[in-house]
T-cell receptor, first 120, second 116 residues
Framework: DTGVSQDPRHKITKRGQNVTFRCDPI?????LYWYRQTLGQGPEFLTY????????KSRLLSDRFSAERPKGSFSTLEIQRTEQGDSAMYLC??????????????????FGPGTRLTVT | AQKITQTQPGMFVQEKEAVTLDCTYD???????LFWYKQPSSGEMIFLIY??????QNATEGRYSLNFQKARKSANLVISASQLGDSAMYFC?????????????FGSGTRLLVRP
């Protein structure tokens, strides 16, 4: 297993452009999360999928943001009409619902390397 | 109100010494989980250790241990025998049991620098 992967790792775009990020979770994980991390802060929750269903969205996720997880596999996060305030690291994480003998009920999330977005 | 508070923006420790990173949390949910993650300069969040609210013993994982004081709502991370590779940002996070999404709530982090 190669872990959670994200693409691209870095994205520089001009204000007003649309961008799309991709996340490939660990294959057997049914839960997928998107977080946003700005400089000097901890990650903040954006949205959550269980399989293909988007079950929760944060108030941080404005109408310009949309996320999908077709067929419950990879996920995409699209930002339309980017603004300078969208500049941040976008982190994807996945986890399993299954009780693990090693980690019990922790359901720890495994994070990808993130996509760093810079809006100029 | 802040649910996770990390009051140490930055910490220094001498190589081979132990260091404690502070974390306090706030929840009314009797069922919750506490996590510590390490974030090197590369950006990836690395899971270190987990403590469940009903766990009787403090969690340990190699050189990491979690000093869980439930009544004080604190979950401090202790790193023993610090190594240069431990230099990174460290985040404390909480998952509340009543939240079926299991999303994590993070603190603002502590930057640890290990001196040779």
């Amino acid at each position: 297993d190669t872990g959670v992967s994200q693409d691209p790792r870095h994205k520089i775009t001009k204000r007003g452009q649309n961008v799309t990020f991709r996340c490939d979770p660990i294959s057997e994980h049914n839960r997928l999360y998107w977080y946003r991390q700005t400089l000097g802060q901890g990650p903040e929750f954006l949205t959550y999928f269980q399989n293909e269903a988007q079950l929760e969205k944060s108030r941080l996720l404005s109408d310009r943001f949309s996320a999908e997880r077709p067929k419950g596999s990879f996920s995409t996060l699209e930002i339309q009409r980017t603004e300078q305030g969208d500049s941040a690291m976008y982190l994807c994480a996945s986890s399993s619902d299954y009780f693990s003998p090693g980690t019990g009920d922790s359901y720890e999330q495994y994070f990808g390397p993130g996509t760093r977005l810079t809006v100029t | 109100a802040q649910k996770i508070t990390q009051t140490q923006p930055g910490m220094f420790v001498q190589e081979k010494e132990a260091v404690t990173l502070d974390c306090t949390y706030d929840t009314s949910d009797p069922s919750y989980g506490l996590f510590w993650y390490k974030q090197p300069s590369s950006g990836e969040m690395i899971f270190l250790i987990y403590q469940g609210s009903y766990d009787q013993q403090n969690a340990t994982e190699g050189r990491y241990s979690l000093n869980f004081q439930k009544a004080r709502k604190s979950a401090n991370l202790v790193i023993s025998a610090s190594q240069l590779g431990d230099s990174a940002m460290y985040f404390c996070a909480m998952r509340e049991g009543r939240d079926s999404s299991y999303k994590l709530i993070f603190g603002s982090g502590t930057r640890l620098l290990v001196r040779p």
